[in-house]
């Protein structure tokens, strides 16, 4: 890992080498890195997997696997800007999974982590100078889960 930057460690209950794999297959510019486990006397079983170094998108993580006493909540999120309705169909698609949908292009994957689904045409939209583009767009979005970027174009277009 790069001393650049900073890092991103995700705390898990024993599912670290599951969801670093799950994360690198789902994005590009992706890889697994080092793996350390858990020595004699420690909280989790000795050579159990402690932390899990990964890249996704070219965003450094550590997995953690630092067992049942935090959980994630939509607190933080990972915002992923998409060029186009492909790509938002194939992020909504891989990360809601065995997790769960949410409002807004909001979700939960199977590991509890919140993600957003957002096209990245989306923050023009609502910042348009003309504000009644901006409140048709922001009510259109409002009422979906998945973003359909077709449809936001229609409403900020007034049709």
């Given at each position: 890992?790069?001393?650049?930057?900073?890092?991103?460690?995700?705390?898990f209950?024993?599912?670290?080498?599951?969801?670093?794999?799950?994360?690198?297959?789902?994005?590009?510019?992706?890889?697994?890195?080092?793996?350390?486990?858990?020595?004699?006397?420690?909280?989790?079983?000795?050579?159990?997997?402690?932390?899990?170094?990964?890249?996704a998108?070219?965003?450094?993580?550590?997995?953690?696997?630092?067992?049942p006493?935090?959980?994630?909540?939509?607190?933080?999120?990972?915002?992923?800007?998409?060029?186009?309705?492909?790509?938002?169909?194939?992020?909504?698609n891989?990360?809601?999974?065995?997790?769960?949908?949410?409002?807004?292009?909001?979700?939960?994957?199977?590991?509890?982590?919140?993600?957003?689904?957002v096209?990245?045409?989306l923050?023009?939209?609502?910042?348009?100078?003309?504000?009644?583009?901006?409140?048709?767009?922001?009510?259109?979005?409002?009422?979906?889960?998945?973003?359909?970027?077709?449809?936001?174009?229609?409403?900020?277009?007034?049709?």
């Amino acid at each position: 890992m790069s001393s650049e930057g900073f890092t991103t460690c995700l705390w898990f209950d024993g599912q670290a080498e599951e969801a670093a794999a799950h994360y690198v297959s789902v994005f590009k510019n992706s890889r697994l890195g080092r793996v350390t486990h858990y020595g004699e006397g420690a909280p989790q079983p000795a050579g159990s997997v402690l932390t899990v170094e990964f890249a996704a998108n070219g965003q450094q993580f550590v997995a953690l696997n630092g067992g049942p006493e935090f959980k994630f909540t939509e607190a933080i999120s990972f915002q992923i800007l998409c060029a186009d309705q492909d790509e938002i169909d194939y992020y909504w698609n891989s990360l809601t999974e065995g997790g769960e949908p949410g409002p807004c292009g909001w979700l939960k994957d199977r590991f509890g982590v919140s993600w957003q689904v957002v096209p990245a045409e989306l923050i023009d939209m609502i910042s348009d100078s003309d504000p009644q583009k901006a409140a048709r767009v922001t009510a259109a979005f409002m009422a979906m889960g998945k973003f359909d970027l077709a449809a936001l174009r229609k409403a900020h277009a007034g049709e």
